[in-house]
């Protein structure tokens, strides 16, 4: 079965520097993985994906994700953080082929501080 | 990316009383999907709205329960039934457009509260 774990619940960074969210993820074969974010009071937005190809995706906003197929990884990554990134972020995969249900982390809060 | 508009944004409602929540894409879409997001919760999938044919129902979730239409391929609606305050939560629609197969677009969600 598919699934998603984002261990953090909350990442707190200072603006200007670098963020990191993470996700791990299970999946049989090879995953798509996304990232979308959320802010208050507004649907999810589409931020990057991975499909196949280079291990680093850019994304919308200057959020870059690196995929890592050995640690079952895909975390989120910018290297300069801005006080309206603050929002939940999730991390979702999908199945190879058939199917094509999206299956979401539990979500991780960023705050970031001036 | 496909534009897609909710309808309502929010409500409060009264238990035992149902509600339907519209959802439409401004072009044809090849999916489009039912979720629930309870609050400060995760996504979950409710279903799949196929065209033409009964939805598609994920583990606990039945069609008495959220009945799901989709005359065509740009509109679907979700009826919330016989509500409860355990159905407080944001409804959202989702799709896949057949341009970008592997991308799956959200709408604003519905805000819904069951007192």
């Known amino acids: 079965a598919q699934s998603v774990a984002q261990p953090e619940d909350q990442v707190n960074v200072a603006e200007g520097n670098p963020l990191t969210v993470k996700c791990t993820y299970s999946?049989?074969?090879?995953?798509?993985l996304f990232w979308y974010v959320q802010y208050p009071n507004r649907g999810l937005q589409f931020l990057l994906k991975?499909?196949?190809?280079?291990?680093l995706v850019k994304g919308s906003y200057g959020f870059e994700a690196e995929f890592n197929k050995s640690q079952t990884s895909f975390h989120l990554k910018k290297p300069s953080a801005l006080v309206s990134d603050s929002a939940l972020y999730f991390c979702?995969?999908?199945?190879?082929?058939?199917?094509?249900?999206?299956?979401f982390g539990a979500g991780t809060r960023l705050a970031v501080h001036p | 990316s496909a534009v897609i508009s909710q309808k309502p944004s929010r409500d409060i409602c009264q238990r035992g009383t149902s509600l339907t929540i519209q959802c439409q894409v401004d072009s044809q879409v090849t999916m489009m999907f039912w979720y629930r997001q309870q609050p400060g919760q995760s996504l979950t999938l409710i279903a799949t709205a196929n065209q033409g044919s009964e939805a598609t129902y994920e583990s606990g979730f039945v069609i008495d329960k959220f009945p799901i239409s989709r005359p065509n391929l740009t509109f679907s609606t979700l009826t919330v039934s016989n509500m409860s305050p355990e159905d407080s939560s944001i409804y959202l629609c989702?799709?896949?457009?057949?341009?970008?197969?592997?991308?799956?677009?959200f709408g604003p969600g519905t805000r819904l509260t069951v007192t």
């Open positions: 989702s799709v896949i457009t057949s341009g970008r197969p592997y991308e799956q677009y």
């Open positions: 999946v049989s074969g090879n995953p798509y």
């Open positions: 991975y499909i196949t190809g280079d291990n």
């Open positions: 979702a995969v999908r199945g190879y082929g058939g199917y094509n249900k999206l299956i």
